[in-house]
């Protein structure tokens, strides 16, 4: 009997523990990676557990500035070599020791990039919300139980970290799905954090000659104090750990400084006065003279961090170091090749902006406009923002236009299968009626900022229009008689938002068949500047790294370039000859870069997005960097550079494009 009882207690107990344990798991926090939000340290860290085991080559750690700087999975797909970024906010040198002890047992690098900031940290420098983030998703071991009692803020208490139930005990009111799964589908960061916005608000010396000034309030006045930053013992005590773990299991280490506005002369000086000790050197990545950084663009908090743009530039050069060290690329070849192939898409997902989705709808739409019934409204404005681009996807439609002389009022147009039926901008309200095919019953009504701001479309009595600020559109399908699509583009704004609402039946794929056909088709092409029609796109062959050129046309394998259309009007160049992809060099944001020719990789910086003109020319525009080509035809010689410049729809940024057999 006693034996009985003793067994039963036992289940419980084990019972407790599972659902105490499932309970606290639930309970807790996850932070997932959201671009410009959140920097997904769940993500990352249950992320790393699920990597193949034995599969990475090298490892960074650090403050918040590594992960921001380097990416991973592009390195991959320059390099095939692979990596893992294990930074985390306020990093300190305590907290990327047992992380590199954690990684270790599941992964061999050769290497690990250790970003130095943290070894100026003092005590009052720990983040306590930064300490639990690194912590808490560490599988539990002994490792994880010295982490917790070395690198906590002196405000936490062991029992927090040991029983977060008790801390996130309140949280039952704010639990959602998200709880319930833990980490992303499908993460393919491998720890990087990539922001896709640019903001520079304060002008800062020039990296690393500013001189850090410390003060002290000192009877009621600030007064310069001499004393200057210092690695501590503790911090020393914990990098000699991180080399003795590094020199006893073959790890060469790196230490470096990544990117960052946040840093000073002195104290690289001091960092580098501290590693000589240890016979090793600062990588400075804020000197690198291969890195082409502009921080007016390059940063998306004022030079604090890098941005997506920063990232690449910097990643790029981490690819160019690591393709020196001969290390062996990923046995796992089919599953990196999967995630490479996520993180593509998702990187095209995220740079493909409003402006780009919105001139592509509106040429695909001209290019099959014979199909279909048009609507246009206008609502608010509609022409503060009106471009080139959009000028010529209207005159494509068969429309005048003439938006940017009509600011503010309204405007509509119906085109039937091709032919205009009704365009008018009036200083008031505008209402057309009209009956199509004896069977489709139109209204439209606009009327611009001053009269109303009201946008309504309807067919047969029902009202289709998204009354947005400015284009809104809708499509008629008198073939299988439904409306397939109802937009809006707020022309009025800079960013063209865009918004659709697709509205027809499972049945009709026609729509989505001709919204997804290529603006141009798949082919060998030569590639002329439409004002320059004797001369054409090509490289010299002749020459080790040549660049692409506009020279006088002949019949030669340099001059021809294979189109291949990737995704939503986007596609790929490559050189015949050459056998490389047109790219952007040094990856540079900024008007005046030029363009080179690399490997493939599949990564935004060789992806282009095509513009019809309606000369039947086009612009070419950079997915990456938003830049058009350009000719400049004042700077004509025998042979010049193409650059890329601000897209503005100009001549001197259209091409054309001519098959080759």
């Not at 003109?613 to 350009?630: E, F, Q």
């Amino acid at each position: 009997m006693k034996k009985k009882i003793f067994i039963h207690k036992i289940i419980y107990i084990i019972i407790f523990i599972l659902l105490f344990n499932f309970t606290s798991y639930l309970f807790q926090p996850s932070w997932k990676y959201v671009p410009n939000i959140s920097e997904g340290e769940t993500d990352k860290y249950l992320g790393f557990y699920n990597v193949p085991l034995n599969n990475l080559d090298y490892l960074t750690l650090g403050a918040s500035h590594s992960f921001f700087s380097i990416n991973p999975m592009q390195i991959y797909a320059e390099t095939g070599i692979i990596g893992y970024n294990l930074g985390s906010p306020s990093q300190s040198i305590e907290t990327s020791y047992y992380w590199l002890k954690e990684a270790h047992k599941y992964q061999k690098p050769k290497i690990v990039f250790l970003d130095i900031s943290s070894l100026l940290y003092d005590d009052e420098m720990i983040d306590a919300a930064s300490v639990t983030k690194a912590l808490l998703y560490m599988r539990f071991s002994l490792n994880k139980i010295d982490a917790i009692i070395n690198c906590k803020a002196q405000e936490q208490s062991l029992f927090e970290f040991f029983f977060p139930l008790f801390q996130y005990h309140d949280r039952w009111k704010e639990l959602n799905k998200d709880d319930w799964y833990k980490t992303s589908e499908n993460y393919f960061l491998n720890g990087s954090y990539l922001g896709f916005t640019s903001s520079r608000l304060t002008e800062k010396n020039e990296i690393n000659l500013d001189q850090e000034l410390y003060l002290l309030h000192e009877n009621g006045t600030l007064m310069q104090n001499n004393i200057i930053p210092t690695v501590s013992s503790q911090s020393k005590v914990y990098f000699e750990k991180i080399i003795a773990f590094c020199n006893a299991n073959n790890i060469k280490l790196i230490p470096i400084k990544a990117p960052s506005l946040n840093w000073s002369l002195q104290r690289r000086l001091v960092i580098c006065d501290f590693l000589q000790a240890y016979q090793l050197k600062l990588w400075d990545l804020n000197v690198e003279e291969n890195l082409f950084l502009n921080w007016d663009t390059d940063t998306a908090d004022n030079g604090y961090h890098t941005n997506y743009w920063g990232a690449t530039k910097t990643s790029q050069v981490i690819s160019g170091f690591l393709k020196s060290q001969n290390l062996n690329s990923s046995s796992n070849e089919v599953y990196w090749k999967k995630q490479l192939k996520e993180y593509t898409m998702w990187e095209m997902n995220c740079l493909n902006t409003d402006k780009f989705r919105s001139i592509d709808y509106l040429q695909r739409l001209a290019a099959h406009k014979e199909k279909y019934c048009i609507i246009i409204s206008v609502q608010d404005d509609a022409a503060s923002e009106w471009n080139n681009h959009l000028e010529a996807c209207i005159n494509e439609l068969g429309l005048k236009g003439n938006f940017c002389s009509n600011i503010q009022n309204s405007y509509v147009a119906v085109v039937d299968e091709g032919d205009v039926l009704f365009e008018k901008w009036a200083e008031s309200p505008i209402v057309f009626n009209t009956i199509i095919d004896e069977i489709y019953n139109i209204s439209a009504f606009s009327s611009g900022f001053s009269y109303g701001s009201t946008s309504s479309i309807t067919v047969n009595s029902e009202n289709y229009s998204l009354n947005n600020r400015g284009l809104n559109i809708v499509i008629l399908d008198k073939k299988n008689g439904e409306v397939v699509s109802s937009v809006s583009i707020d022309t009025h704004d800079n960013s063209l938002w865009f918004n659709e609402k697709k509205t027809y039946s499972l049945q009709n794929l026609t729509w989505d068949t001709y919204m997804q056909s290529p603006i141009i088709p798949d082919g060998t092409y030569t590639i002329a500047p439409y004002m320059e029609p004797d001369y054409s796109i090509g490289i010299n062959s002749q020459i080790e790294n040549p660049k692409i050129e506009v020279c006088k046309k002949k019949d030669t394998a340099d001059q021809l370039f294979e189109l291949k259309n990737t995704n939503s009007g986007f596609f790929t160049l490559r050189s015949i000859s050459a056998n490389k992809f047109v790219n952007i060099e040094n990856l540079n944001n900024v008007p005046g870069t030029n363009v080179i020719l690399n490997n493939y990789t599949g990564l935004a910086m060789e992806t282009w997005f095509a513009v019809k003109s309606p000369n039947n020319s086009y612009s070419l525009v950079s997915l990456y960097n938003g830049l058009a080509l350009d000719i400049s035809i004042e700077n004509r010689t025998s042979s010049m550079d193409i650059q890329c410049q601000k897209d503005t729809g100009s001549k001197s940024q259209q091409f054309v494009f001519t098959k080759v057999d």
